[in-house]
């Protein structure tokens, strides 16, 4: 007779291949085939335990198989609410001892009704909205360097224009001071313009008078041409003009905060307030006005040009002048930043001394810094805001907000841009070469598809993911074991987990994966094939394979060691990240685990045909990570009698109060042993030999066990 311990180490020395091994038995293999092609049909609960293949298949997987009958009892199990701590706490599962009830339980995706739970779609990832956050952060600072660019050659070229002509034919000239008096470039024609450039505005018949939108006017008025088209004067513009014209371009091409726009609406504040000789002079200069009342924090709605001319010509020596009657104190500040005396005119040489000029640009650098902080967080917030409310893209594309957003963070003007033509992009598969989005040639199109989660028909998807929640929680698990340090005492692996943990949720594919060596390292190292010099290719083969293929590279006999870590993440075929199936009762992380599960639990059964002490240490074995205290060994008695057979302890301890038994096997084992695999040989070694001796007459043909049993 072969000994228990030989029995148990011809499976366990390389379970991998034993594994494989019973999964190709016939039997297996057409009850695993079964189940992968049916539970995916399932939709209640009472599909599931209705057919008796898949429910037999399943409570086998998780050592429940002698509950089959008890479908009322399972039925509990299987619908409790475990969604929150709090809920399990309170569920039918959440109140059983016996820990493969809630393994079960999670193992599935019931709804308290009994109906398979519908799975969360979203219209955007988390990690895309960060990306497009940060996307749409860049864009405002390019937009303020184009704005930059812009202002430069209008104010470098448009004193070479010698006629209306000569403006009209140069677009980006003409389309720059169009966009700066509020009209559209795109729908304005070149014969109106040249007739408004030329009209004279006294003549209030002209057309620029005649035009109900006063934009037009306000563009002949900021320009010197004659009727004939020629310039009146030396230039088309005045330097005043010039200026005007760049400062209304900042504010109408929306880039009046950015750092460019700023700079120059200083610099034009600081050559303006030097030619300023009194208080109306200034608050006749609206862009002295506007400079102002940001640099001192007054509300542009709650403000007069009588109400300033009453703080600017207070006496702040009296109490009683209006700027210190005032309850704001910016009033009072505002007075003291200028040199007028009460009847409007200047006291001394100017309006402003260089130091009260400098306060005011600092004041105003500062406070449009903050204005154009908090404008971008509140479009970023309701951003954030609205997004997570669209489930189609006809969602979307109503938001006008959201969809204006969104466009202009890829640099997309939706003002020219079709919304239907954005529609074919965000239905497109950024994946296929031939979809729209990528067959646009554009590559703003492909970067806006990709951000997105909506399928082909425009609906809003459930999320993609590298790994499931589990699984990512496994690994960091695992690594943690595997580098000495499984209760996360280091600093070295406190960064590691953290770094893998926030960064694995953005990767969309496994070439990405691959190409984050950290990532890679920490995951080999989990399922300990860091030594196995493994190349990318051979990475790409493992994590691209489908595990419930029984053909594909992982599931040979030969790769099989590699299964788990190919298990653990969730990369299709095309080397994608897969989502999770809108309303499937199993993830395919689940099935796999399942299927595994069973083949587990089989192979224990075959080695218990042979022994049923090898069958008992490979029940130990598979249990050992869930074994925190000499209680989880107490609560199961399976392991109970390993324990007591390999430690030498009786079975009537179990007569003994609970807190004696526990204590009973901790004075005989330091529970923490079992993780170490040379400590947990060891002791399985004699459990095996000291079960035989209590089972066969073995001891006469063995003679470990006479080593053994001494020591």
Do not use: C, W
């Not at 960060?130 to 937009?143: A, G, I």
């Not at 000239?173 to 004279?200: C, E, F, M, R, W």
């Amino acid at each position: 007779m072969i000994s228990t311990y030989l029995t148990y180490t011809s499976y366990a020395s390389d379970m991998s291949r034993s594994l494989a091994r019973v999964s190709a038995q016939s039997d297996v293999s057409s009850a695993t085939a079964y189940y992968n092609a049916n539970i995916g049909k399932v939709k209640s609960v009472d599909d599931f335990m209705n057919n008796n293949r898949l429910f037999s298949y399943a409570m086998k997987a998780y050592g429940l198989e002698d509950m089959t009958y008890a479908k009322a009892f399972m039925k509990k199990v299987l619908t409790s609410d475990i969604s929150t701590s709090d809920s399990l706490k309170q569920s039918f599962v959440g109140k059983l001892t016996d820990p493969r009830f809630l393994k079960f339980a999670q193992s599935f995706q019931f709804s308290t009704d009994g109906k398979v739970a519908q799975q969360p779609v979203t219209a955007q990832e988390a990690s895309d909205q960060t990306d497009l956050v940060n996307l749409y952060t860049q864009q405002q600072v390019n937009k303020g360097a184009t704005a930059a660019d812009d202002a430069a050659y209008y104010q470098a070229n448009i004193g070479n224009v010698t006629s209306v002509d000569g403006l009209i034919n140069n677009k980006r000239l003409l389309n720059y001071a169009l966009t700066a008096y509020g009209l559209d470039p795109s729908i304005t024609s070149d014969a109106t313009i040249k007739q408004v450039l030329t009209s004279d505005l006294s003549d209030p018949n002209s057309v620029a008078n005649q035009l109900p939108n006063t934009a037009y006017k306000t563009l002949a008025a900021a320009f010197s041409f004659n009727t004939d088209g020629s310039i009146n004067g030396s230039s088309a513009q005045s330097s005043d003009n010039i200026a005007n014209t760049v400062y209304q371009y900042y504010n109408a091409s929306g880039t009046g905060t950015s750092a460019p726009g700023a700079a120059f609406k200083s610099q034009y504040y600081e050559n303006a307030i030097a030619g300023v000789t009194s208080v109306d002079d200034l608050l006749g200069n609206s862009r002295l006005v506007s400079y102002l009342e940001t640099a001192f924090g007054l509300d542009p709605s709650e403000q007069s040009t009588q109400l300033l001319r009453n703080v600017l010509t207070s006496d702040l020596s009296d109490p009683d002048s209006f700027a210190n009657t005032q309850s704001n104190d910016a009033y009072r500040k505002l007075a003291a930043a200028f040199n007028f005396n009460t009847d409007g005119s200047i006291n001394g040489a100017a309006a402003q001394t260089a130091e009260q000029i400098d306060g005011v640009v600092s004041s105003f650098t500062t406070n449009n810094t903050t204005a154009a902080e908090n404008f971008q967080n509140t479009e970023i917030n309701f951003y954030k805001t609205d997004i997570a409310k669209i489930g189609s893209v006809s969602d979307f594309i109503k938001d006008t907000g959201l969809y204006d957003f969104v466009l202009s963070a890829f640099g997309i003007d939706p003002s020219k841009t079709q919304k239907l033509t954005i529609e074919k992009v965000l239905e497109s598969d950024a994946s296929d070469p031939s979809s729209f989005a990528n067959m646009s040639h554009n590559s703003a199109y492909s970067k806006l598809a990709a951000a997105f989660n909506f399928d082909a028909n425009g609906n809003a998807k459930t999320a993609s993911s590298a790994q499931v929640n589990a699984s990512l929680v496994s690994t960091i698990q695992l690594y943690n074991k595997e580098t000495g340090d499984p209760t996360v005492q280091n600093n070295q692996t406190t960064d590691e987990d953290s770094y893998y943990g926030s960064t694995i949720g953005t990767i969309k594919n496994v070439d990405e994966f691959l190409k984050d060596k950290r990532l890679v390292t920490f995951a080999l190292t989990a399922f300990d094939l860091q030594d196995k010099g493994l190349s990318n290719d051979t990475l790409r083969k493992i994590l691209t394979s489908d595990p419930t293929d029984p053909k594909s590279y992982i599931n040979k006999p030969e790769n099989s060691a590699y299964r788990a870590m190919a298990v653990a993440f969730n990369f299709g075929t095309d080397g994608n990240d897969l989502a999770t199936p809108l309303q499937q009762v199993q993830t395919r992380s689940q099935i796999v685990a399942t299927t595994d599960a069973y083949a587990r639990q089989t192979l224990e059964e075959n080695a218990g045909v042979q022994n049923e002490g090898a069958r008992l240490a490979l029940y130990f074995q598979r249990m050992v990570p869930t074994i925190t205290s000499a209680y989880s060994i107490l609560a199961d008695k399976a392991l109970l009698q390993v324990a007591q057979t390999a430690l030498g302890l009786p079975i009537s301890m179990s007569n003994a109060d609970i807190d004696v038994q526990a204590n009973m096997i901790t004075k005989k084992l330091k529970i923490s042993d079992l993780q170490d695999p040379d400590k947990l040989n060891k002791f399985l070694a004699r459990f095996s030999a000291l079960y035989d001796v209590n089972n066969t007459d073995i001891t006469q043909t063995n003679p470990a066990i006479a080593i053994l049993g001494g020591g």
